[in-house]
C-alpha cells in the first residue's frame, strides 16, 4: 500500500511521510537506519502512520451487510418519475432567474418524509403554484406501531424542508397512504 502526498509533505528533520511510510515494514523488522532510530519526528509519523494502517486493516477486514430496507428504497426511487417535467422557479433577490427543477424538489421532499419513523416515501409529484408549489406524496406506512399521528410529523418535515432547504412555499400538501410494509 502506498501513500502518496500532494507535494511531498516533509517532515522538520527533512524527510518525506511517503519515505517513513515505506519504510515502515523494514524499520518494525529491526532494519532502522540511525535517523530512523534517533529522530523524534519519524518516530511520531511512524506511530501515527502504523495506527492508520492498523485502523484501515480492520476497516478492510470488517464484512458489512446492507442495511434493512435498502432494496425497497431503491426500488421506491427507481420508481419515482426520472423524466424532468417542470422547473420550479426559486426565489431570489440577485437579478436573474433560479429554476430546480420538481425532481430535485420531490428527492428533498421525498428524503424529509423518509426521517419519520415507520413511513416510506414513495411518489412526489410537484407542480408550480401560483404562489408556491403543490405537492403530492405518497407513503408507505410501516404495518406494525403505525399511527395517525406519524402522518402530521411528515406534512411537519415535508413543509420545513421545503421552505429552509429549497426556499419554496408550499400552498397545498396532500399525503396518500398507499401501501403497507412489513417492518
Known amino acids: 500500500m502506498e501513500v502518496t502526498a500532494h507535494d511531498g509533505y516533509e517532515l522538520p528533520c527533512g524527510r518525506d511521510v511517503e519515505q517513513v511510510w515505506r519504510r515502515l515494514d523494514a524499520v518494525d523488522a529491526g532494519l532502522a537506519d540511525a535517523h530512523e532510530l534517533e529522530c523524534p519526528h519519524c518516530r511520531t509519523a511512524g506511530e501515527g502512520l502504523r495506527r492508520l494502517r492498523r485502523v484501515t486493516g480492520e476497516l478492510v477486514a470488517e464484512e458489512v451487510a446492507p442495511p434493512a430496507g435498502l432494496s425497497g428504497r431503491i426500488m421506491a426511487a427507481v420508481r419515482a418519475e426520472v423524466r424532468r417535467r417542470e422547473m420550479i422557479p426559486l426565489p431570489t433577490d440577485e437579478p436573474g432567474a433560479v429554476e430546480v427543477s420538481d425532481q430535485a424538489v420531490a428527492s428533498v421532499l421525498r428524503f424529509a418524509a423518509d ?25 408507505a406506512v ?30 397545498r400538501l396532500d399525503l396518500v397512504v398507499d401501501d403497507l410494509y412489513d417492518a
Open 115 to 139: 426521517t419519520v419513523p415507520g413511513v416510506r416515501a414513495r411518489r412526489c409529484r410537484v407542480r408550480r403554484a401560483a404562489d408556491g408549489i403543490e405537492v403530492r406524496l405518497s407513503v
Open 142 to 171: 410501516s404495518a406494525h406501531g403505525f399511527a395517525a399521528v406519524r402522518l402530521e410529523d411528515v406534512r411537519a418535515r415535508v413543509l420545513a424542508a421545503a421552505r429552509s432547504r429549497i426556499g419554496v412555499r408550499p400552498v
